[in-house]
């Protein structure tokens, strides 16, 4: 079972431009941070060519891993999750011009992602956090789930769900401060009360 | 707007922790992230709050061709043998419909359509011909302008690619029932060829029907002519150039 030490580990051997540290990372944390581009993009292809991006970062930008603000699976999931969310939205125009052969290879991608609001379930199921889930409003769930798994922005998520653009940005707002609060209780995430500035 | 402000610095960062900030607020907040240690640090509070929602998302193992590609495109030369080697010993299409989807007959139902995406991207400048960072990767270029001389099309198309990106820097007025074409001119005289057609406005992707590197070597010219419909093989212009420009090799 690999822990977050071993990353850290394997992270700072990185800078050092160990290729089997690197290697070993890769193989480690590739599988959890391809779902993660694959949710967001519904695309195998891409998710890949994001994940391939993500390591060229990491190999040369190893030094720039902070781990006093960071877990190592932290900073991974940020690289691969913002090039993700880049792409999926310096993307959006050439995919609704796309073949289609893209089409299907989207439909595919969809039917083997797990719907977002399970996946936010088995999460906090997974960070023994159930209880946060509850605490929830539905509709916060929905909107939470769609930004963070699925990359939408706010107007993107009031179209999904049929609601007006004024209360998805409450929902979110106000679903993501809930969770704050229960993860905090539960001592989840950042210490010392998380205002950093 | 003050971003430093502690509240709003923390309302910034949440929104782009969780994926919601979007456009150029998005990135002048990552430009007040990378200068500003305050915004580094109220990101990083939340992404590691946020992380925990990652826990639940399913695992899904990249093809042998990824960490192969890796390799080649950085540490070059000596890895190329053994990475193709191991791409060769174990076609990632194989095992894709099981690692996806679980069950091997209905990974097998599917793999023909991931298997046309497959082939899209085993072209050898995917497993990495081109340096990382500081050049642009060998491609075929073209800017069309319009009858005024104003640049109206952008397109570009890695050499041994088979997408022609296409960027309309101005809208393309095209009348209903029409599209609009795009021809490539080969310099040896040859007749025009058909390349796809264009969006009218924003961007687009066309599918070509070969590699650039055979389409385009012998092209030094692009052009655009509105037609009643999308162009076959074979085919010759049916009206005038509305778009022209050269067509040149970036590397």
């Known amino acids: ?197 | 707007m003050n971003y430093l402000l502690p509240e709003r610095l923390d309302a910034l960062a949440r929104e782009y922790a969780t994926g919601t900030l979007a456009g150029g607020a998005r990135r002048r907040f990552e430009r007040l992230v990378r200068e500003q240690r305050a915004a580094q640090l109220a990101v990083a509070v939340w992404q590691q709050r946020l992380a925990v929602l990652a826990e639940g998302v399913p695992r899904v193992a990249p093809s042998p061709a990824v960490w192969a590609a890796l390799q080649q495109r950085l540490f070059g030369g000596a890895h190329a043998a053994a990475a193709r080697a191991a791409a060769a010993r174990e076609p990632w299409w194989r095992t894709l419909g099981t690692t996806l989807f679980g069950t091997p007959a209905l990974g097998g139902a599917l793999a023909g359509v991931l298997l046309a995406v497959v082939v899209l991207r085993q072209q050898p400048d995917w497993l990495g011909h081109e340096t990382y960072r500081e050049q642009l990767p060998a491609s075929y270029v073209g800017l069309l302008t319009d009858a005024t001389g104003r640049p109206t099309v952008l397109a570009s198309s890695r050499r041994h690619g088979r997408t022609l990106t296409v960027k309309l820097l101005q809208p393309l007025a095209v009348p209903p029932g029409k599209v609009a074409q795009l021809w490539a001119l080969p310099k040896d005289g040859k007749p025009p060829f058909p390349v796809g057609t264009l969006p009218a406005t924003g961007s687009g992707a066309v599918a070509l029907a070969d590699t650039s590197e055979k389409l385009f070597f012998t092209v030094d010219r692009l052009a655009v002519s509105f037609e009643p419909a999308p162009a076959a093989a074979g085919a010759a212009p049916a009206e005038g150039y509305l778009l022209s420009g050269h067509c040149v090799k970036l590397w």
């Not at chain 1, 990372?25 to 959890?32: E, F, G, Q, S, V």
């Not at chain 1, 956090?129 to 769930?141: I, K, P």
């Open chain 1, 1 to 197: 079972m690999t822990t977050q030490e071993d990353l850290a580990r394997w992270i700072a051997r990185v800078v050092l431009q160990d290729r089997e540290a690197f290697e070993r990372l890769y193989r480690a944390t590739a599988d959890h941070l391809l779902g993660l581009a694959i949710g967001v993009l519904h695309r195998r292809e891409w998710a890949e060519e994001v994940l391939q991006e993500a390591f060229m970062n990491v190999w040369y930008g190893a030094q720039g891993y902070n781990p006093q603000i960071a877990s190592p699976m932290t900073w991974l999931i940020n690289i691969v999750r913002n090039k993700a969310i880049d792409r999926l939205r310096s993307g959006r125009a050439l995919r609704e011009a796309s073949v289609e052969l893209d089409d299907e290879a989207m439909n595919v991608a969809d039917d083997a992602a797990l719907p977002p609001e399970r996946q936010l379930d088995d999460s906090l199921t997974k960070a023994q956090v159930d209880r946060c889930m509850s605490q929830l409003a539905g509709q916060q769930r929905q909107a939470i789930a769609l930004a963070y798994y699925r990359g939408l922005v706010h107007a993107e998520i009031a179209e999904a769900l049929g609601a007006p653009l004024g209360s998805v940005k409450t929902w979110v707002r106000r679903g993501v401060d809930r969770l704050r609060g229960c993860l905090e209780a539960a001592g989840i995430g950042p210490a010392a009360g998380g205002r950093a500035a």
